[in-house]
């Protein structure tokens, strides 16, 4: 059974950091996209981050390049999310979804659906 679980959210002031963790289940990260999305109350969901395992690449959202960056851990079967510098604005349900057999770029994250979605983790940017 495919299954994504994310951790690693919470109530953090703003300045801070936090890492997210997208931990992989009944498949290997071999041949996929992963994605991380977030979504905040009222707001449209946006693609955040992405990496590749069937081409290399990566993608960031210009509101979150030179902040967060995204890693996977073979090993691990996992996926991260390093987030620094956080704003309230980053405020949201992140979420990790998987898309096989792609790379990553803004029109993977915006504009083509992800198979596999995980639970979500909430994030809170707040003094």
């Known amino acids: 059974q495919v299954q994504l679980v994310e951790s690693g959210g919470g109530l953090v002031q703003p300045g801070g950091s936090l890492r997210l963790s997208c931990a992989a289940s009944?498949?290997?990260?071999?041949?996929?996209?992963i994605g991380w999305f977030r979504q905040a109350p009222g707001k449209e969901r946006e693609g955040v981050s992405c990496?590749?395992?069937?081409?290399?690449?990566?993608y960031s959202a210009d509101s979150v390049k030179g902040r967060f960056t995204i890693s996977r851990d073979n090993a691990k079967n996992t996926v991260y999310l390093q987030m620094s510098s956080l704003k309230p604005e980053d405020t949201a349900v992140y979420y990790c979804a998987a898309k096989l057999g792609y790379g990553c770029s803004w029109y993977v994250m915006n504009g083509t659906p992800f198979g596999s979605w995980g639970q979500g983790t909430q994030v809170t940017v707040s003094s």
């Open positions: 009944g498949f290997t990260l071999d041949d996929y996209a």
């Open positions: 990496i590749s395992t069937t081409d290399g690449s990566t």
